[in-house]
């Protein structure tokens, strides 16, 4: 008898508990409005920027596209065509220009790296200090590729580099 009458006397309380905080509920879902995300997630994209004519690079410079600071790298690979354009299997002759100081080269391959991280829309410097002289059916193509430079330890390990004081310093 006696737990029935706590029981009771829980369930009222519940049951006013309630009605009292329906309204309260009901006040404070209509006081908050809705609130517009204004997110904006970051995007990456590169452009590839050359000048070439009469057999020569004269510039090879890459624009941030994206809305977020990036570091930029560019790969030149290089092959050799036959008369008819059909890439053959001679070894291509190296490729031969002085590298602008603003670049950094990684002496395992032909990938160099702008030292500084470049904002949306930025462009780097020119690559080439000076220019490159194809010989007749030497191709050079220029691949280029960003990252987002922060946090610069993801850039470090996507791209095995070194980064100090917000520039790439090894390759």
């Keep these: 008898m006696k737990n029935k009458r706590i029981i009771l006397i829980i369930m009222i309380c519940m049951f006013m508990l309630a009605i009292v905080s329906s309204p309260v509920v009901a006040y ?7 609130t517009t995300n204004t997110f904006v997630p970051a995007a990456v994209e590169c452009q590839l920027n050359e000048e070439f004519t ?6 090879i410079t890459v624009t941030n596209r994206g809305n977020i600071d990036a570091y930029i790298r560019v790969r030149l690979v290089t092959y050799m065509t036959d008369e008819d354009g059909n890439v053959t299997t001679a070894t291509p002759p190296s490729v031969n220009f002085t590298l602008d100081d603003s670049w950094i080269k990684d002496e395992d391959s032909n990938t160099y790296y702008y030292k500084d991280a470049v ?17 007749e059916g030497q191709v050079v ?4 590729e960003a990252i987002q430079a ?15 004081d917000g520039k790439i310093t090894a390759a």
Excluded: C, D, F
């Excluded at 193509?141 to 280029?144: D, F, N, S, T």
């Excluded at 922060?150 to 100090?164: D, H, K, L, M, R």
């Design 150 to 164: 922060n946090p610069s330890s993801a850039v470090a390990g996507a791209w095995g580099v070194t980064i100090a």
């Design 28 to 34: 404070m879902i209509k006081r908050v409005g809705t």
């Design 141 to 144: 193509v220029v691949l280029a």
């Design 119 to 135: 904002v949306p829309n930025g462009e780097t410097g020119n690559l080439l200090k000076t220019k490159i002289s194809l010989e």
């Design 54 to 59: 009469n057999n020569e690079k004269t510039s």
